[in-house]
């Protein structure tokens, strides 16, 4: 049964310090990986999807990589800010053809001002 | 791009009465979707996956007679908690993958339902 792990699962950083979370599988076998955020209360947004022949994904601030052969990705957030704040989910797509996903513990960051 | 409707955002009933939440796909066809229930602090747990016109399939542990999925059509799933009670307390969430099973872009989520039972 594959199992997600996201360490740390809480985290507290000044403003403007580089970030990385952590997450792994217990099956390397991933399809896809997505990274979400929740802030408290609310629904998820996305935001990186690694596809099946892909390693890496960037948007603005954010950097995700997949190794697949550990089953291990991280999620690098570059000067981060107080708006970072929230919970960051990681989730994988065990199997092509609409799989389901699995969802990990989650990292609850922080960012001080 | 894809988008995943859920309604009601919030509901409060009483214990003993039963409460539907709905996932309507607007810009494609849903022929899966996946429901999910987040307990406050913990992660999004899989409850049972939905296929149009075939019985839910649901992950061990989870009461499918309480928890009854219907997925009618290629754009509508929903989800009932029969004779709700305070521990059905929860955050549900629903996701559908992209239409065709292409990996071009990620599952999309509806934007959940917090159920409070009193």
């Known amino acids: 049964k594959q199992e997600v792990t996201q360490i740390p699962a809480a985290l507290s950083v000044p403003e403007g310090e580089n970030l990385v979370l952590n997450c792994s599988f217990t099956?390397?076998?991933?399809?896809?990986l997505q990274w979400f955020r929740q802030d408290p209360g609310k629904g998820l947004t996305s935001l990186l999807l690694?596809?099946?022949?892909?390693r890496e994904q960037t948007s603005g601030r954010l950097n995700a990589s997949l190794d697949k052969s550990s089953g291990r990705s991280t999620l690098y957030i570059a000067a981060s800010q107080p708006g970072d704040s929230a919970t960051y989910l990681c989730?994988?797509?065990?199997?092509?053809?609409?799989?389901?996903?699995?969802f990990g513990s989650g990292t609850r960051l922080s960012i001080r001002p | 791009g894809a988008v995943v409707s859920q309604h009601p955002s919030w509901v409060i009933c009483k214990s003993g009465t039963s409460v539907k939440i709905e996932c309507r796909s607007l810009?494609?066809?849903?022929?899966?979707m996946f429901w999910y229930r987040q307990f406050p602090k913990q992660s999004l747990m899989l409850m049972a996956t939905?296929?149009?016109?075939?019985?839910?399939?649901?992950e061990q542990g989870v009461e499918k007679d309480k928890f009854l999925i219907n997925h009618a059509s290629l754009t509508l799933s929903t989800l009932t908690v029969t004779s709700a009670h305070p521990e059905d307390s929860s955050f549900y969430i629903c996701?559908?993958?992209?239409?065709?099973?292409?990996?071009?872009?990620?599952?999309?989520f509806g934007s959940g339902t917090r159920l409070t039972v009193v």
């Open positions: 996701s559908a993958p992209p239409e065709g099973g292409t990996d071009a872009y990620g599952y999309t």
């Open positions: 099956d390397s076998a991933i399809y896809n």
């Open positions: 690694i596809q099946s022949s892909q």
């Open positions: 989730a994988g797509q065990q199997y092509s053809s609409a799989s389901k996903i699995i």
């Open positions: 810009d494609f066809q849903a022929t899966t």
């Open positions: 939905s296929n149009e016109g075939s019985k839910a399939t649901y």
